[in-house]
């Protein structure tokens, strides 16, 4: 009978550790749909070149990524020659990774990482907004670039789209929009 209750304890205290985990990961995965935002699904690799192919970035751009993820669009922008890559992503687990790679690829100096909530950010001092969000944050994204961004910027969205702003280019499921 003293093995049976042992034998419960155990089970009992592996149960509780199990529960804390899966609660802890269930929690860090829905942080970003709580604000406004959705689940991470990184950019995917093939899009990265067409994304900079439309976003033709200039050496005097300033870059961002609004729910930047592990920060390969960070990385790919100050690659392709932007003065400076800002992220802001909500998931602090991520903004740790995308820093870590930054570092890595030694453009720790020309990519900053925030762990912020982009709905919060000013993003009035950049020219160059690259997108990878779900499609139902798309229209409060649009009317807070339309309201905030300079006239002439660029955004450039994978996957969806704004439901007013008119696009100046598509390729495939890639999106150039200008301000005007």
């Known amino acids: 009978m003293f093995f049976y209750y042992i034998l419960l304890g155990f089970i009992g205290i592996g149960a509780l550790i199990y529960l804390f985990f899966a609660a802890r990961d269930l929690i860090r995965i829905s942080i970003p749909t709580f604000a406004g935002g959705g689940i991470y699904v990184g950019t995917p690799v093939e899009a990265i070149p067409i994304m900079l192919e439309l976003a033709n970035?200039?050496?005097?751009?300033?870059?961002?990524?609004?729910?930047?993820?592990?920060?390969?669009l960070l990385i790919a922008a100050a690659k392709a020659g932007a003065?400076?890559?800002?992220?802001?992503?909500?998931?602090?687990w991520?903004?740790?990774?995308?820093r870590e790679l930054a570092e890595s690829e030694h453009l720790s100096?020309?990519?900053?990482?925030?762990?912020?909530s982009f709905w919060h950010v000013d993003v009035s001092?950049?020219?160059?907004?690259?997108l990878y969000q779900i499609s139902?944050?798309?229209?409060?994204?649009?009317?807070?670039?339309?309201?905030?961004?300079?006239?002439?910027?660029?955004?450039?969205?994978n996957g969806f789209k704004f439901p007013k702003w008119k696009e100046e280019k598509t390729i495939g499921n890639v999106r150039l929009y200008i301000k005007k």
Do not use: F, W
């Open 57 to 72: 970035i200039q050496p005097t751009d300033i870059v961002m990524d609004l729910g930047s993820g592990d920060g390969r």
């Open 83 to 92: 003065k400076k890559s800002i992220g802001y992503e909500i998931q602090h």
């Open 94 to 98: 991520l903004v740790k990774q995308s």
């Open 109 to 116: 100096d020309k990519i900053e990482i925030y762990p912020d």
């Open 125 to 130: 001092n950049t020219n160059l907004v690259l």
């Open 136 to 157: 139902y944050a798309m229209k409060g994204i649009e009317e807070k670039l339309q309201k905030e961004l300079p006239v002439g910027a660029r955004v450039v969205a």
